[in-house]
């Protein structure tokens, strides 16, 4: 089945201690879109500016992705975003952000969005995300994602969220900065007590915890030798997730577990180059023996 994803297609200039990218394709719709269509056809809402190559969109397109709700404004510039990393590929560190047509983003779905049965609501205005989910009809599972910029400034609009969707995909300072605690487990609790029923939190190199009721899910990060760029890695997360359940609509917590590993092995690809240089050129057999080994990685027997 289908997903709609709605967030930010973008130009990231990305420096690491691995080396360098220049106005590289990014954002977060593009990492998830790409991550998902490995599994299930993906709808993409977003804007860019009309300095957005062409090449890009049929890049899109060549992993089967509907850009029918990609926006192109006349004379505008695309969302960019500028960082670094330092040793501690956990921590991005902002240089620049210029949203430019992003600033005035107004999501607006076609009837073919409109029907979609999974809905991912990116990195985006709360507000934009509710907006979403009064146009969309009747979806089996909607996801979301935010950020500390949100948590901080529209706590009130992302409750309303929270309150309307299935499963909350966020990292762990976020998770403690909602919850205002620095405990994990009592901060799922307290973001479940608002409404969803998962929430799965993004700890980076070392790995996720999915929190439904009273029962907790960890699974690894892949061990990786050379790690390149984690720009995008947890879009990349979230992409292989949802882009799981949407191909087999198994919604039930062993699903939800193998979505997790699934999700864990698109972002340990994503990983390992600046862009979408990995992630656009993988093969189903290295994604199927990637989950394997993480299945081999976890196992241990009873005693």
Not at 42 to 50: P, R
Not at 78 to 90: H, I, V
Not at 219 to 233: K, N, Q, R, S
Request: aromatic share 10%; net charge neutral.
């Amino acid at each position: 089945m289908s997903i709609l994803v709605v967030g930010s297609v973008a130009f990231d200039t990305v420096e690491t201690p691995f080396g360098k990218a220049d106005e590289a394709l990014g954002g977060s719709a593009t990492y998830f879109s790409t991550s998902a269509s490995y599994f299930s056809p993906v709808k993409l809402v977003a804007v860019v500016g009309s300095d957005f190559p062409d090449e890009h969109i049929a890049a899109l397109k060549g992993r089967g992705i509907d850009v029918t709700g990609l926006q192109k404004v006349a004379g505008g510039k695309t969302f960019r975003w500028k960082g670094k990393y330092e040793y501690d590929l956990n921590q991005a560190h902002t240089l620049d952000t210029q949203l430019n047509v992003f600033s005035n983003f107004d999501p607006v779905l076609n009837d073919g969005h409109k029907d979609s049965p999974y809905v991912f609501l990116a990195n985006i205005d709360p507000d934009l995300q509710l907006k979403v989910l009064r146009q969309v009809k009747k979806p089996k599972l909607v996801a979301c994602d935010t950020m500390n910029f949100w948590i901080e400034g529209k706590p009130e609009a992302l409750r309303k969220i929270l309150r309307r969707v299935d499963i909350v995909i966020i990292n762990e300072g976020e998770a403690r900065e909602f919850a205002g605690c620095s405990s994990l487990v009592k901060a799922a609790k307290t973001i479940l007590k608002e409404g969803p029923k998962a929430l799965i939190v993004k700890r980076g190199e070392y790995g996720s915890l999915m929190f439904i009721g009273n029962s907790v899910f960890s699974a690894p990060a892949y061990p990786l030798e050379d790690i390149c760029d984690p720009t995008g890695a947890g879009d990349s997360f979230a992409g292989g997730f949802m882009g799981y359940l949407a191909s087999t609509g198994d919604l039930g917590e062993s699903g939800l577990r193998k979505a997790v590993i699934f999700g864990s092995v698109m972002a340990s690809f994503n990983v390992e180059a600046f862009s979408l240089g990995r992630l656009s050129t993988l093969t189903l057999v290295e994604i199927r023996e990637r989950y394997s080994e993480l299945k081999r990685l976890t196992h241990f027997d009873s005693l």
